[in-house]
């Protein structure tokens, strides 16, 4: 199964790292993706750069609109995502938990649902389950 590991953390707080303590967990997640690639877990992902740099898109009634920034204010802010390939939720958490900025905020891991071209699982359905 695939899971996307999403990694949330408060972009204010990891201002106050030093560069070096930055450079460091850089160095932590670049070793940690290795690490899941090596055992065959990972099949992509990548850091995200700040939501500063963000634009938020939407469509309503026919009309593009464009905003500057995200889609909304939350206390931790998508830093980036691991894309893992795992036999289950119990080895997707396994992985996720090596991932070094859950220290300092959370990775919330989610199933990828594949898009088909019918009979496609609706998220009542889901909820049903």
């Known amino acids: 199964m695939k899971y996307v590991a999403l990694v949330y953390y408060d972009e204010q707080a990891m201002e106050k790292l030093s560069q070096d303590e930055w450079d460091a967990l850089n160095r932590e997640c670049i070793a940690c993706g290795e690490s899941l690639k090596e055992r065959e877990q990972m099949i992509g992902g990548n850091a995200l750069l700040s ?13 593009v609109d464009i905003t500057d920034g995200p889609f909304a204010e939350t ?44 009979n496609n699982v609706s998220y009542e359905a889901q909820r049903r389950g």
């Open 51 to 63: 939501t500063q740099s963000a634009t938020t898109l939407r469509i309503r009634a026919g009309k």
């Open 75 to 118: 206390k931790e802010q998508l830093a980036g995502f691991y894309l893992l390939e795992v036999k289950d939720l119990n080895e997707a958490i396994q992985a996720a938990s090596k991932i070094p900025p859950a220290r300092y905020g959370s990775i919330e891991i989610r199933p990828v649902r594949e898009l088909q071209d019918e």
